[in-house]
Every structure is written in C-alpha cells, then in structure tokens.
C-alpha cells in the first residue's frame, strides 16, 4: 500500500484537490428560486380584472418599464424606472420589488404592449410579489399610452360561461370508427439494367 502511494503521489493529490473542490463548489452554490405559486396559479391571474390597470388608475403607483434602455430614452411617462426583463433577478431589481412589497406600494409592469409585460407580470407573481400589476395596454416609442384598438370590438367566440355551467359541452362528439382494411403489396418485377 506504501509504495502505491509514492507512486502515484501526483494522482492522489490531484484527486483530493479535486475532491476539495467539487465540496466547496456545492457549499457555496447560489440560491436556488423559490417560487411561492404555481404556474398554474399564476396563469389564472391574467384573467381576473384587478390584475389589469389602466391609464387611468396610474396614481399612487410605481410605474416599472421593461423595454429595453433605448426604447426607454426614447420615451417614457415621469415617474417610471427602467428595469430591463433580462435585468429583473439583478441584485438592485429585487431589493426595488422588496422595497415596494413591504411599503404596500403596488408596481405596474408595462411594456410596449400587453403581451410583453405578462411574462414578467406572472414570473414576479410566483415570486411572491403580489403588490406587482401589468399594464392594460402599452406605451410608444415616443412615451404615450396606448391602449389596444382591437379590445373595445372583441367578442368572445367560445362562451365560457355555458362550458362551466355544462361540461359536457366540451367533449367531442364520436365519430363511427372504421374497419380496418388490409392492403396487399404489390411485387415489382426486377430489373437486370442498371440505374437508380
């Protein structure tokens, strides 16, 4: 056993430097997210009206751009902070978001539209910032509210309302099944050229 250690002094070093490494590396990881709702959760939060603010009931609020740095010195409302999506884990950013939930202050996220603050709007949310809005609309490349033109004329194609009341109506009606049919191939004679 001695003299398989003098030997391969260099190896075993090497292995227990390694082995040193690999602990510390794992006591010293970084913290893990730890979500406080379901995606689930935070999905059905887009459909309750309180989560929406509009232009408004922008008082009292802290107006949170995510557009990116340009879009944002092109144009945004006066008391709004730029926090870039790609920003929002950044150390300053959570400390903003635990700032506002322990002075009860809400934050609306706002994007150029609708759909570009509703993923951060939801990931906040299973975060567990629940003082955290999106905005109803967007705001312009020149800084102004707009509000979607299609939201006023839309009509709800499915009613919703009739599916909880009778699920029933959403299964599929059966259609007959058919028989099986068996096919026969078809033998080709073979060739004595050449080609393909």
């Known amino acids: 056993m001695n003299r398989f250690i003098k030997s391969?002094?260099?190896?075993?070093?090497?292995l227990g430097l390694a082995v040193i490494i690999v602990f510390f590396a794992?006591?010293?990881?970084?913290?893990?997210?730890?979500?406080?709702?379901?995606?689930?959760?935070?999905?059905k939060l887009i459909n309750e009206p309180q989560m929406q603010v509009s232009f408004a009931d922008m008082a009292g609020k802290q107006l949170i751009?995510?557009?990116s740095a340009e879009l944002f010195a092109q144009g945004h409302p006066?008391?709004?902070?730029?926090?870039?999506?790609?920003?929002?884990?950044?150390?300053?950013?959570i400390e903003l978001f635990d700032r506002l939930l322990e002075s009860g202050q809400e934050a609306v996220i706002y994007g150029?539209?609708?759909?570009?603050?509703?993923?951060p709007f939801l990931f906040l949310q299973q975060l567990g910032y629940t003082?955290?809005?999106?905005?109803h609309g967007g705001i312009t490349d020149t800084g102004e509210f707009q509000v979607p033109e299609l939201t006023s004329t839309e009509?709800?194609?499915?009613?919703?309302?009739?599916?909880?009341?009778k699920p029933e109506l959403v299964k599929a009606p059966e259609t007959e099944k058919k028989k099986p049919?068996?096919?026969?191939?078809v033998r080709k004679e073979v060739s004595s050229g050449g080609g393909c």
């Not at 391969?8 to 090497?14: P, Q, V």
């Not at 150029?112 to 993923?119: H, I, V």
């Open 155 to 165: 009509v709800s194609v499915v009613d919703t309302a009739a599916i909880r009341m």
């Open 131 to 135: 003082n955290v809005k999106y905005l």
């Open 8 to 14: 391969n002094k260099l190896w075993l070093s090497l």
């Open 26 to 43: 794992f006591l010293f990881r970084p913290k893990t997210i730890d979500f406080k709702i379901t995606a689930v959760q935070a999905l």
């Open 181 to 185: 049919q068996v096919v026969v191939p």
């Open 78 to 93: 006066e008391p709004a902070i730029n926090i870039p999506m790609r920003n929002l884990l950044d150390e300053e950013s």
């Open 112 to 119: 150029s539209d609708e759909l570009q603050a509703t993923a």
């Open 65 to 67: 751009d995510i557009r």
